[in-house]
Nanobody
Framework: QVQLVESGGGLVQPGGSLRLSCAASGSIFSINAMGWYRQAPGKQRELVARITSGGATNYADSVKGRFTISRDGAKNTVYLQMNSLKPEDTAVYYC?????????????????WGQGTQVTVSS
């Protein structure tokens, strides 16, 4: 019932910028947290950035100072602004949202994942 749709990936030169977005639709009572993960070929999926319902953020050391996560509560959307991109940023980026749904007056917390969007940084 809840779906996450990602967009904004593509090919960019080193030093360039991209802005990823992820919009959630469906029956949502509240959003506990939103985050971005990435997975490069042959590597484990890693946390890139996360933002809580209270607005607190955290970032992987490798992207601090270059990436910014933000959200738009009215649109149930999370963004990832990526600046000063490096070849090592190349990966599939996945959006994840921790959502609370109410079913038969009972709250349930679930994690939902987007389909992934490819980011390639190359000259």
């Amino acid at each position: 019932q809840v779906q996450l749709v990602e967009s904004g990936g593509g090919l960019v030169q080193p030093g360039g910028s991209l802005r990823l977005s992820c919009a959630a639709s469906g029956s949502i009572f509240s959003i506990n947290a939103m985050g971005w993960y990435r997975q490069a070929p042959g590597k484990q999926r890693e946390l890139v950035a996360r933002i809580t319902s209270g607005g607190a953020t955290n970032y992987a050391d490798s992207v601090k100072g270059r990436f910014t996560i933000s959200r738009d509560g009215a649109k149930n959307t999370v963004y990832l602004q990526m600046n000063s991109l490096k070849p090592e940023d190349t990966a599939v980026y996945y959006c994840k949202m921790s959502l609370r749904r109410v079913e038969r007056l009972v709250p349930y917390d679930y994690d939902y994942w987007g389909q992934g969007t490819q980011v390639t940084v190359s000259s």
